[in-house]
């Protein structure tokens, strides 16, 4: 079987065109949805995510406060913005660029950013109310995740999801969102990790397969079974000296092999990653809509 290749730049297009329209009525009652943007550092990968955040925002007609700070940025002045964001009713999201410079904190920053206003949905509250199935803020990547397989057609009820990655933003996540009693999910969820002895056996016997480990190769053929679906959520740059930027990305999937036996397969780049700012941007939109009363 070769798979069919899920659009990961068409379904994020179209769901930014939904926005577009819901952004424009919310601006006619007076509400322009903002998000608050926080790098610290000079991470090449981060930079480029927050700037492609900030070109998403425009496209839709957000209002985006962007914060670029260098690598010495200390505690203090960090979380002094961090507050600040809070406190300020033109920003509905906030969003502090993860990993940041080893001097700080993350789950001390994380923490300091209102659950209001937490639109990676990473504040323990937030993961809290995820878990036991209330209403939250759901960390972007995951909840891209969901809406590919929604939007191709995946049933998930009853199916057997195997994730491979328990990192605090995607693998954990997603498990938890696809096991909920729920549309979209009611599935049976199982999590290998990078002490998980031979994944294999695991992976073949997935519906779906979610490849958020991290390393290139990961998920290589022998480990699918036939008409499988396969997400692949890396990101990794390996060197291509044939490329301008000196080097190329692929995801944690061997995409060439694994095409060949899977039904429905997502590319990197162009799948998972497009789907990542646009629910950002939709959780920025949802944010402002309850500040607004309106959600
Ligand atoms: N770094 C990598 N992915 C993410 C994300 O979804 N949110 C934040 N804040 N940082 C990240």
Known sequence: MTAKIIDGKQIARDIREELRREVAGLKQKGIVPGLGVILVGEDPASKSYVTAKEKACEEIGLYSD?????????????????????????????????????????????????????????HPVNVGKMVVGEKSFLPCTPRGIVQLLARSGVKLDGAHVVVVGRSNIVGKPVANMLLQKKENANATVTICHTRTRDIGRFTRQADVIIAAAGRPKTITADMVREGAVVIDVGVNRIEDKTKKAGFRLVGDVDFDAVKEKASLITPVPGGVGPMTITMLLYNTVEGAKMAAGLA
């Open 66 to 122: 962007d914060n670029r700070l260098p690598a010495s940025t200390s505690r203090n002045d960090l979380m002094a913005l961090v507050q600040k964001m809070n406190g300020d009713p033109k920003i509905h999201g906030i969003l502090v660029q993860l990993p940041l410079p080893k001097h700080l904190n993350e789950v001390e920053v994380l923490r300091a950013i209102d659950p209001k206003k937490d639109v990676d949905g990473f």
